[in-house]
């Protein structure tokens, strides 16, 4: 009876783990790299590439930057 349940878990534990491969390798990553409209305190003023420098990276900037893209969401189950 112990091997029975010993070779379960191990048959168990193979296809779980073949499964989490399955979806894993399914799924597409969401890459945010590409251009991003770019502005201090929400004022949207240019087109940057991300990753990228926006300004001057010898100075703190005077206000916030804020980045802002529109992206498509893949279609969830």
């Known amino acids: 009876m112990k ?3 010993t ?3 191990i048959i168990f534990s193979l296809c779980m783990f073949a499964g ?3 979806c894993l390798s399914a799924q597409t990553p969401l890459l945010l ?3 991003w409209e770019f502005g ?4 949207y003023v240019s087109q940057v590439n991300v990753p990228g420098v926006t ?3 010898s100075k703190m900037a005077e206000r916030e930057s804020w980045f802002k893209r ?3 969401l893949p279609d969830g189950n």
Request: hydrophobic share 30%; net charge neutral.
């Open 3 to 5: 091997i029975n349940r």
């Open 7 to 9: 070779f379960f878990r």
């Open 20 to 22: 989490s491969i399955f």
């Open 33 to 35: 790299y590409g251009e």
């Open 40 to 43: 201090l305190n929400r004022e």
């Open 55 to 57: 300004g001057d990276p």
């Open 70 to 72: 529109e992206i498509k």
